[in-house]
């Protein structure tokens, strides 16, 4: 099996596709990536910025380049050495527009006598033997319905017509009742909806991949990639939706004859992949969880407590536990009832499980979950944990948790394998998509696959994860930024400086609330970070993060019924950073006292995770700063002309400042060049403990294995090291002669003062020179 020694991931879309990525493969090689690593290419929904809604998994998608930009990329990329990695979707496909699934529209047209009822996960009984879509304004909009060349039109909506069930003279309303499909406002979805979705995506159907033939017909152009060479690993989007993920990666390492896989799996922090899941790790959140909290003063924890609870006007700090028990069950009782209410119907009903007890159980049960999911056996005591948990929480429910409990244990049963996808989705949308905007103590630490609740991590307990990575997965990616990150690195570690500067931020805060007040003080506490480590942005930009954060959050406002006060109020702050002086004063000033602090923890966060065991991904365009917020703006264009250029000035000779674009750039090459050329030098993983009044502030391993390799120094915390003193008498003891890569500048073995390794640069990167 060939296997990464890292990535770079490209967003192909109909404004930068395969073709246009085959041209930077050449830049790629400079910068030292081994593979290409893209977003989703078989053919998506028409106007698909990111490719998850695939259509039709039997082609590459026009739009992105079709199958002749994967053969030019591919080609390109053989000729400079670089293998690709691909992103597949087999958990659902995208139906928002039926005549582009020929699958969906066979469904609707034939209802459960098509061939493909068995690909898609439908509660027939449930609706009279019908599949409800929810896209009616309103139950009266079923008004609207037109008969148009033999379809069924809502609007802009088509949707096929049964054989039969259309003669002239037939009104569209007499129509509609005789098909195999309902088509129902779009309220009913949170409650009435028979169908599997990927979370609370209406338009998004889950697919039955565990069934043989549906896995052959969804795989048929996956597996001629490999057979014709055109593609060398995959990455397998949300895994916890499948009914049988470990048999699904079985039967793909199979089809793809024994290729590199990786899954986009939230690991909690200390859980472990499962043993059966073969496959050679995870996308990367557990290892970017791990690097941010390297860069958070411990020590700030108490006055970001006490400030949390002044903002929510409050004797105490937001409790985690309750508010994602409380967000989680929201989710569960509201947007996600339609799978609560599926999972309860498959409890027979009886005087001592009334189905309305059962749902109500089954919903708490899911609340408090500490993980994503169970893969039974594997994680039973887990289930009995949260089993319990509900039972103290919910006295009333204890008889009922009883009797459900074995029925939950058995793996073989439908209600148990339904129930662990189902926990998922809850988890998800109750904690990354809603407590994550309303814990708002530090932005950093509410990122995806991150526990906000552990604060910091110490050097010491970051070696130790390390060395079992090493040990376990050294072939799992490694991330700071992707696709789905709330904020970019860069914006995280400016940001975490704050928890070097809590006066100052809570000056910042007051003196911007005053003068542009934003009516919910968690909320406020979130935007502002965000626009601060975000800065400079446009205010298109601004704007619609703050808007997505307070809906997500649903406490002042929400996406179904909008508070229209709210959001004027929301918007004329954003609007003040550009249109008040007074703001913009306050805001540029707050910046500069976090700045270079945040572009230290920026180059040393890199340097880290392009150095430490795992598969290092760089996301596009992150090679040079990158204030990037949630999606869509983590999804812009980049400008690798720029890359390109600045890539070769430093090629022949320049050095920048730390704090300029090009020093990041500077890092992303010299250590991707590094790690694909001399491999032999990241074969181990040795802690390299510093001495002195700031050793706490240095973070140092050695890769090799049996005697010296790369040698990563970095800086933490750097506003309070400057702040008491610098890095004074602060030694390393180096065990080889060194070469700095950044600086060209070589030392001895012995003690070297940390003031001299790091007089240029807050990171070094040393390779011995024998």
């Known amino acids: 099996m060939r296997t990464p020694v890292s990535t770079y991931r490209f967003q192909i879309r109909p404004d930068f596709t395969l073709q246009d990525a085959a041209e930077l493969t050449g830049y790629l090689h400079s910068l030292g990536v081994d593979w290409i690593y893209l977003s989703p290419i078989l053919t998506a929904e028409e106007g698909s910025a990111h490719g998850y809604d695939v259509t039709d998994p039997s082609s590459v998608d026009r739009s992105r380049g079709g199958s002749e930009g994967l053969a030019a990329l591919s080609k390109a990329a053989r000729e400079q050495g670089l293998g690709i990695l691909a992103d597949i979707v087999p958990n659902h496909v995208g139906v928002a527009s039926p005549p582009q699934n020929r699958w969906w529209w066979q469904l609707l047209k034939e209802g459960r006598s098509s061939k493909y009822a068995e690909a898609f996960d439908v509660d027939w009984d449930f609706a009279g033997g019908k599949i409800r879509i929810p896209v009616l304004g309103s139950e009266d909009d079923v008004s609207e319905l037109t008969i148009v060349d033999d379809e069924l039109h809502y609007y802009d909506h088509r949707f096929p017509l049964a054989?039969?069930?259309?003669?002239?003279?037939?009104?569209?309303?007499?129509?509609?009742?005789?098909?195999?499909?309902?088509?129902?406002?779009?309220?009913?979805?949170?409650?009435?909806?028979?169908?599997?979705?990927?979370?609370?995506?209406?338009?998004?159907?889950?697919?039955?991949?565990?069934?043989?033939?549906?896995?052959?017909?969804?795989?048929?152009?996956?597996?001629?990639?490999?057979?014709?060479?055109?593609?060398?690993?995959?990455?397998?989007?949300?895994?916890?939706?499948?009914?049988?993920?470990?048999?699904?990666?079985?039967?793909?390492?199979e089809a793809t004859g024994g290729a590199y896989l990786l899954v986009e799996k939230i690991l909690e922090p200390g859980e472990k992949l499962p043993d059966t899941f073969d496959c050679e790790g995870t996308t990367g959140y557990d290892a970017l969880a791990d690097v941010d909290r390297l860069f958070v003063d411990p020590a700030a924890e108490e006055y970001l407590d006490?400030?949390?609870?002044?903002?929510?006007?409050?004797?105490?700090?937001?409790?985690?536990?309750?508010?994602?028990?409380?967000?989680?069950?929201?989710?569960?009782?509201?947007?996600?009832?339609?799978?609560?209410?599926?999972?309860?119907?498959?409890?027979?009903?009886?005087?001592?499980?009334?189905?309305?007890?059962?749902?109500?159980?089954?919903?708490?049960?899911?609340?408090?979950?500490?993980?994503?999911?169970?893969?039974?056996?594997?994680?039973?005591?887990?289930?009995?944990e949260a089993i319990e948990r509900a039972a103290q929480s919910r006295p009333d429910l204890e008889p009922v948790l009883g009797s459900l409990r074995p029925l939950l244990l058995n793996a073989d049963a439908e209600l148990a394998r339904r129930f662990q996808q189902t926990s998922g989705m809850v988890m998800a949308k109750g904690v990354e998509d809603t407590a994550f905007f309303r814990?708002?103590?530090?932005?950093?630490?509410?990122?995806?696959?991150?526990?906000?609740?552990?604060?910091?991590?110490?050097?010491?307990?970051?070696?130790?994860?390390?060395?079992r990575r090493q040990e376990a997965l050294p072939f799992s990616m490694t991330t700071l930024t992707t696709h789905d990150t709330k904020r970019s690195e860069d914006t995280r570690a400016r940001i975490s400086v704050i928890a070097e500067a809590v006066p100052e931020w809570e000056l910042f805060l007051g003196t911007v609330q005053q003068l542009a007040p934003i009516p919910d003080g968690p909320l406020a506490a979130l935007v502002w970070q965000a626009i601060a480590g975000a800065w400079p942005a446009n205010r298109e930009r601004l704007q619609y993060f703050a808007l997505k954060a307070a809906r997500?959050?649903?406490?002042?406002?929400?996406?179904?019924?909008?508070?229209?006060?709210?959001?004027?109020?929301?918007?004329?702050?954003?609007?003040?950073?550009?249109?008040?002086?007074?703001?913009?004063?306050?805001?540029?000033?707050?910046?500069?006292?976090?700045?270079?602090?945040?572009?230290?923890?920026?180059?040393?966060?890199?340097?880290?995770?392009?150095?430490?065991?795992?598969?290092?991904?760089?996301?596009q365009g992150t090679e040079f700063r990158d204030g990037s917020l949630t999606d869509p703006d983590n999804r812009r264009p980049v400008d690798f002309q720029a890359r390109i250029a600045a890539l070769a000035e430093l090629d022949r000779g320049a050095r920048p400042g730390f704090t300029e674009e090009s020093a990041k750039l500077l890092v992303v090459s010299r250590a991707?060049?590094?790690?694909?050329?001399?491999?032999?030098?990241?074969?181990?993983?040795?802690?390299?403990?510093?001495?002195?009044?700031?050793?706490?502030?240095?973070?140092?391993?050695?890769?090799?294995?049996?005697?010296?390799?790369?040698?990563?120094?970095?800086?933490?915390?750097?506003?309070?090291?400057?702040?008491?003193?610098?890095?004074?008498?602060?030694?390393?003891?180096?065990?080889?002669?060194?070469?700095?890569?950044?600086?060209?500048?070589?030392?001895?073995?012995?003690?070297?003062?940390?003031?001299?390794?790091?007089?240029?640069?807050?990171?070094?990167?040393?390779?011995?020179?024998?």
């Open 439 to 467: 814990y708002t103590r530090l932005g950093t630490l509410t990122e995806v696959g991150a526990d906000p609740t552990e604060v910091a991590l110490s050097p010491a307990e970051f070696h130790r994860r390390m060395a």
């Open 163 to 253: 054989e039969g069930s259309h003669t002239d003279g037939d009104s569209p309303q007499d129509v509609h009742s005789r098909q195999h499909y309902e088509l129902v406002g779009w309220r009913r979805a949170d409650a009435e909806l028979n169908y599997r979705r990927f979370f609370a995506v209406n338009t998004l159907a889950g697919v039955r991949v565990e069934v043989p033939w549906v896995f052959g017909e969804a795989h048929v152009e996956i597996k001629r990639w490999f057979s014709e060479g055109l593609v060398d690993g995959l990455r397998i989007d949300h895994p916890d939706g499948l009914a049988d993920p470990a048999g699904y990666l079985a039967r793909l390492r």
């Open 672 to 770: 991707l060049r590094l790690r694909r050329d001399s491999p032999w030098l990241f074969g181990g993983y040795r802690p390299v403990l510093a001495r002195g009044q700031a050793a706490d502030h240095v973070v140092a391993f050695d890769r090799g294995s049996e005697g010296p390799g790369v040698l990563t120094v970095a800086t933490r915390l750097p506003k309070r090291l400057a702040r008491d003193g610098g890095w004074r008498d602060t030694v390393l003891d180096l065990s080889a002669s060194c070469r700095d890569e950044l600086t060209g500048a070589t030392y001895s073995a012995g003690l070297v003062p940390v003031a001299r390794l790091l007089d240029h640069y807050p990171v070094a990167l040393l390779v011995p020179i024998d």
């Open 552 to 619: 997500e959050a649903g406490n002042s406002t929400n996406w179904t019924d909008p508070d229209g006060d709210f959001e004027k109020h929301l918007a004329a702050a954003v609007d003040a950073v550009f249109d008040q002086a007074e703001v913009t004063a306050a805001l540029e000033n707050f910046v500069e006292e976090l700045e270079p602090h945040g572009t230290s923890n920026s180059l040393s966060a890199k340097l880290i995770q392009l150095t430490m065991p795992g598969v290092p991904d760089v996301y």
């Open 306 to 384: 006490s400030l949390d609870a002044r903002l929510r006007d409050s004797e105490s700090p937001a409790d985690y536990a309750a508010m994602i028990h409380g967000t989680k069950r929201r989710i569960a009782d509201g947007i996600l009832r339609s799978e609560i209410l599926r999972l309860s119907r498959l409890v027979p009903e009886s005087p001592e499980l009334p189905r309305a007890e059962v749902a109500d159980a089954l919903a708490e049960v899911i609340c408090w979950f500490p993980v994503y999911r169970t893969y039974l056996p594997h994680g039973e005591e887990i289930l009995l």
